[in-house]
């Protein structure tokens, strides 16, 4: 997939600016495709270059004016011909996934920092697809918006980011908690060790030694 594909269907609900296409990407678009403003931009660009959508100016009283977009004929056959496309195969790669791994070899209190960092931040996205799925379906509920709602697709979309964040959410609550016990149990047992003072050597009785017989003889 290129990003003029994901370009192309967010501008299947209208005319949109660049700078909405940009805003558009932050709250819907960024679950299954992260791009920069500036990155859109280029791209709005090399797509009216090539027909697949098409720009017009708009005059605005109180402040410059700005061009809007929209997804031409040709456009539309391209986004038919993606779709038609095999599909390959996603993939996670995750800084984090890769400091977990190591986890039983470094400073396990940053790592559960992190972990409990990514969960809170899997709280605000999950806030925020459920307010959007509730904007996008208004009156309906969900059954009857996915049955009869005017487009599906930016929902079913919105449905996979925060099914993926809520596992997000539940996978590192659960990790935090398992090497924060981890982390405890360890320290628990260090403690332990230290107060048993010094260890016995291997072999030698620890019962108190027998007096010699001729002191034993003097305290009769």
């Known amino acids: ?27 819907g678009v960024a679950n299954f ?3 920069l403003p500036q990155q859109l931009y280029a791209e709005l660009a090399r797509l009216e270059k090539e027909g697949l959508v098409a720009g017009r100016r708009v005059v605005q009283e109180t402040r410059p004016a700005k061009r ?38 470094v400073d396990a209190g940053a790592l ?53 964040e809520e596992g997000n959410r539940d996978w590192c609550r659960r990790t935090a908690a398992i090497l924060r016990d981890r982390n405890a149990a360890v320290a628990g047992g260090n403690a332990a060790v230290a107060g048993e003072g010094t260890p016995a050597v291997p072999g030698e009785s620890t019962a108190p030694a027998a007096r010699p017989p001729e002191v034993a003889r003097a305290g009769r």
């Open 33 to 35: 495709w992260h791009a």
């Open 68 to 105: 809007l977009f929209h997804v031409t004929d040709a456009g539309l056959t391209e986004l038919q011909r993606f779709a038609a496309d095999a599909s390959k195969p996603s993939f996670i790669r995750d800084d984090l996934l890769v400091k977990v791994q190591a986890a039983d070899h």
């Open 112 to 164: 559960i920092r992190q972990v409990e960092e990514r969960a809170a931040m899997a709280e605000a996205k999950i806030d925020l697809f459920r307010r959007i799925l509730r904007k996008m379906r208004g009156d309906l509920g969900e059954e009857e918006f996915i049955r009869a709602g005017r487009r599906v697709g930016p929902y079913l979309t919105c449905l996979r980011g925060l099914a993926f």
């Open 1 to 27: 997939m290129a990003l003029r594909h994901a370009v192309l269907a967010a501008l299947l609900d209208g005319e949109l600016s660049g700078y909405q296409l940009a805003k558009a990407f932050d709250v």
